[in-house]
């Protein structure tokens, strides 16, 4: 395939599968190790009335305040969960389920109601996003990524992913050790002084910045599945964290391209001839990544406790 | 000594000084789940370079005393100093060795870097570990019996090895003032002896040690001090002081022999 | 309209729907319980995920063999299968690896539905697929639905809270207590099973009315709103159901009533409106009561702890506690007690005292067991016994052996 049929057309979605896929794997390694892996479910469905709401307040799909509206959204059901925890004493994930069908029910609802025609905002794309339309139209060929014209025609999705990815490389790196020491033992980090509590918090805004960024490629579904399954993979590969996160990274990343190039080549390679749903693939793949993991990785076995 | 232990139950008002001095001085603390009380309104006076057993029967709240004294449980009332200061200023100074049960042993890390984690004060957030950092933490493993271990997974462990690893994480902290829940449970015969000989060393040293502990029977021989609890307070002072007929029966109830009440009262 | 809606005059279709419905949300209700009290209630969120690949797969071979894509119970087939096979992974991963249930729910759900949205792709690229319509699953959608599809949900409504009524028995024995099911001969493997087996058929009945993302929240939110109201397990089940049908029954009835109303939010937000009206008011678990409960609680801890500290001297360091005793009119502003405060602390003082007596007596056992720092012991015991721990007060402090 030549650079100029490439690099407009499949370069980007690449590129941006890859950073959404990294971008949620990093904080999913995380979540998985705290329990915590349907947190990912929680907030994935709540974007969608996070981002209802943002539109109805703003009247426009501008990207700043949708991020905005899914991170408070993330925020009002991760309380929300936790406040049906503590004072109606119901376990973690029944309180997750009640507040997640709900939110994603009003979500649906306002969607349903309020006048979208004339915007890109849709239930069926906000379930299963669209990563092949986030094409590259300036550029001709590979030379196109030194053209400043072409340049700034990029999809705006795509520098705005590279900054949520670099946001969320930045938290992992710079909270890695509190990550660490309060994910393994709680007690121990509040006696060292960190506040746990907010660091939790902290951890699950960053993985709703993130879910809200990768929501626009592969919608909010898939979503989980950058979260989780890379991450889980990869802890049947290795008994060290910082191997654990590498791992992560590897897999979101091969099931961001094998996904993508399955899905837009695989039924030409079968005889069909329109390609398939590239952020369902992806998930595909990295569901099959870990079903591999699960079979064959070395660390696949926990301690017989 | 039954007069002093009426004293102190009878709450002489302890002097200000004895606060100010001791390593870890609790007032007023009541902590409860739902509306019953797990401990209720504890006072208690750590003496500095004591080796203090907290003992009681089980459900008496003595994890709980110690989880509320350091702010993991958040109590209903009371207050706590370390050092005659606020909690939050002498962080640096506490050392706290959690149960063992209560984490996730198949974390993916190894013994090292658990021990490491004492180290968080100092590393703070981005500071590269060092080989002066990881000669203190080997050091530490060395002085639990550990230090061949070091680059184990931490799940391969057995229950022993494990609290020992927890006690080098502790020693490796440098602290002052040493908080143990329950560090012989589950433990085998020889790692029990390597810690109470670690905990010994470090009372030699002037440090301050408080351990949960759950067996009537070693508190004499390991322990120079004891806090009796059962919900409320019932005695404190040397393990002769807090051990009497009366003090055993109160938290005991009716669990205790009245043989193992006389053996423990006369034994102190 | 919606009070021709909630009377059933919307016309057959809208009728069997709401019946369908309610009885669909009874089911729901009651098979949710049991999940929720075995701690399982997400597992039916990767249940109902699930069910998509299926769905796809059904349609493409119904087309294939030359029959309606669309054909409700073939889809329906379809979804049960490929949901059960998500169910067998969620076990095999918990199972076989070291992965935690959460993780593996969380894998299943996102893997099948991306791998059912592929699918999805692949049959708008064919020729059938063009109107297949098959979107309408994932939310529930009851407009322009065929009478035989309405008869095939309000039967399939009445048989699953057949096998529900019929199986509720062994549910909740398992449920509340698996051991001693087990332990009185009980088949528990078998019955989560079963469990599971309903859980299913819920999912799969419900998806032309509530949709597979939703289809949860019937099977969760009822069971955790009947909770606030009762105590008593066995009782969960029955309000449960009765929460569930009522949702389904005026969410069918509301969404009938005017266009744009999908059905399936509209159930799930009806219930939701049941749980919050439940989490804020309910008398034993509301937050309301709680919080009220809890800051009564704490003052009468306060003021206790304050009555001993003045009635053994000690200086009172919380000034939450300094402002009840003065309030009280039970201190100065200098943390003197009053009149009234000596004498109230004094008895306080003697409650402690005598407590501490009752505990190292073992004829009174259960009832130093109920100590909570608050209760005086003249409420518990007889005049006889008080004066019987008075005299213990007295004297046999000082006989040390």
């Keep these: ?305 | 000594m039954t007069a002093l232990n009426l004293a102190t139950q009878n709450g002489l008002r302890p002097e200000a000084a004895e606060i100010a001095t001791s390593p870890l001085a609790i007032r007023g603390l009541t902590v409860s789940y739902g509306e019953k009380p797990a401990i209720f309104s504890v006072d208690m006076t750590i003496r500095p370079g004591s080796m203090t057993a907290i003992i009681g029967p089980n459900g008496a709240g003595k994890s709980t005393l110690l989880k509320a004294a350091l702010g993991i449980i958040r109590p209903l009332s009371g207050q706590t100093t370390v050092f005659g200061r606020p909690l939050d200023t002498q962080r640096a100074r506490i050392a706290y060795v959690p149960q063992r049960a209560s984490v996730d042993w198949d974390f993916p890390t190894t013994v090292l870097d658990v021990v490491l984690m004492g180290l968080y004060r100092e590393l703070g957030l981005l500071r590269l570990v060092r080989s002066s950092h990881r000669k203190t933490a080997i050091d530490a493993l060395q002085r639990v019996g550990m230090a061949d271990f070091a680059d184990r997974q931490i799940g391969q462990l057995s229950g022993g090895q494990q609290q020992r690893v927890f006690l080098a994480r502790a020693l490796a902290q440098g602290a002052d003032l040493y908080l143990l829940d329950e560090p012989f449970a589950g433990v085998d015969a020889a790692t029990e002896k390597a810690i109470i000989a670690v905990l010994k060393s470090l009372k030699a040293v002037g440090k301050t040690v408080v351990a949960v502990h759950h067996d009537l029977a070693t508190v004499e021989q390991y322990f120079d001090h004891a806090f009796l609890i059962n919900v409320r307070p019932v005695a404190e002072g040397t393990v002769a002081e807090a051990f009497t007929a009366e003090s055993l029966q109160a938290a005991y109830g009716g669990r205790l022999a009245t043989a193992q009440i006389d053996r423990l009262s006369q034994a102190g | 309209m919606l009070f021709e809606a909630l009377t059933l005059q919307l016309g057959y279709n809208a009728t069997l729907v709401a019946i369908g419905a309610m009885l669909l949300g009874i089911s729901a209700g009651a098979t949710g319980t049991f999940l929720f009290l075995r701690k399982r209630a997400l597992v039916s969120d990767a249940i109902s995920h699930a069910t998509l690949p299926g769905i796809g797969l059904a349609f493409i071979v119904m087309v294939w063999l030359g029959m309606d894509g669309r054909s409700l119970p073939g889809l329906l087939i379809g979804s049960a299968l490929s949901a059960w096979i998500g169910l067998l992974c969620v076990q095999w991963l918990t199972g076989g690896t070291r992965l935690s249930e959460d993780s593996a729910i969380g894998a299943v759900l996102s893997v099948f539905f991306g791998a059912g949205i592929v699918l999805l792709t692949v049959i708008q690229g064919m020729s059938a697929g063009r109107q297949a319509g098959l979107d309408s699953l994932l939310l529930g959608s009851t407009a322009g639905m065929l009478f035989s599809d309405a008869v095939l949900i309000a039967g399939g409504g009445a048989l699953v809270l057949m096998l529900t009524l019929l199986l509720r028995r062994p549910m909740s024995l398992v449920a509340f207590d698996s051991d001693f099911a087990a332990a009185s001969g009980l088949n528990v493997q078998r019955i989560d099973l079963a469990t599971m087996g309903l859980v299913l058929a819920v999912t799969v009945v419900g998806l032309k009315i509530v949709g597979l993302i939703l289809i949860v929240a019937l099977l969760i939110i009822p069971p955790v709103t009947a909770r606030f109201w009762t105590e008593r397990t066995e009782h969960v089940w029955l309000i449960a159901g009765a929460l569930g049908g009522a949702s389904g029954y005026i969410g069918a009835a509301i969404s009938a009533s005017a266009p744009a109303l999908p059905t399936g939010p509209i159930i799930v937000l009806v219930a939701f409106a049941f749980f919050a009206v439940s989490l804020l008011f309910s008398p034993a678990r509301g937050v309301l009561s709680s919080v009220l409960r809890h800051r009564q609680y704490q003052r009468r801890v306060h003021l206790r702890q304050g009555l001993l500290a003045l009635a053994q001297g000690q200086p009172i360091y919380e000034g939450y506690t300094l402002r009840l005793l003065q309030r009280e009119g039970l201190a100065r502003p200098d943390g003197v007690a009053t009149g009234d405060g000596q004498a109230r602390a004094a008895k306080a003082l003697l409650d402690e005292k005598r407590w501490e007596i009752l505990r190292g007596l073992q004829a009174h056992e259960a009832t130093a067991a109920r100590y909570d720092g608050l209760t005086g012991l003249e409420t518990i015991l007889t005049e006889d016994q008080l004066r019987d721990l008075d005299t213990r007060i007295a004297a046999p402090r000082e006989i040390a052996p």
């Design chain 1, 1 to 305: 395939m030549s650079g100029a049929e490439f690099v407009p057309l499949s370069l980007t979605p690449i590129l941006i599968g890859i950073f959404a896929a990294i971008a949620c794997a990093l904080p999913g390694n995380f979540l998985v190790l705290r329990r915590q892996a349907l947190i990912g479910d929680a907030i994935s469905h709540v974007v969608l009335p996070g981002i209802v709401v943002a539109f109805l307040l703003t009247g426009a799909v501008t990207a700043w305040p949708m991020m905005l509206g899914a991170a408070g959204a993330a925020l009002i059901s991760v309380v929300l969960i936790e406040a049906i925890r503590r004072l109606g004493r119901i376990e973690t994930g029944a309180a997750m389920g009640v507040v997640f069908t709900a939110m994603f029910a009003a979500g649906v609802l306002l969607l349903e109601r309020s006048d979208t025609s004339s915007v890109h905002l849709d239930v069926e794309h906000a379930l299963m996003g669209n990563l092949e339309s986030l094409i590259w139209l300036e550029a001709t060929g590979w030379r196109s990524l030194l053209d400043p014209q072409a340049l700034a025609g990029l999809p705006p999705e795509l520098p705005r992913l590279a900054l949520v990815l670099a946001l969320v490389i930045a938290f992992t790196w710079v909270f890695w050790r509190p990550l660490k020491i309060s994910t393994f033992d709680e007690g121990f980090a509040q006696v060292l002084g960190m506040r746990t509590d907010l660091l939790g918090i902290a951890l699950v805004m960053i993985a709703a910045i993130a879910a809200v960024a990768a929501f626009d490629a592969v919608g909010s579904i898939i979503v989980i599945a950058m979260f989780i399954c890379p991450p889980a993979a990869a802890r049947l590969m290795t008994d060290d964290l910082a191997r654990q996160v590498g791992w992560s990274v590897v897999f979101a990343t091969l099931s961001a391209i094998l996904g993508y190039v399955f899905a837009g080549y695989g039924p030409l390679w079968l005889g069909g001839s329109d390609s398939v749903s590239a952020a369902g693939m992806i998930a595909t793949v990295s569901g099959l990544i870990l079903a591999l993991a699960a079979l064959f990785g070395p660390r696949r076995r926990g301690m017989m406790a």
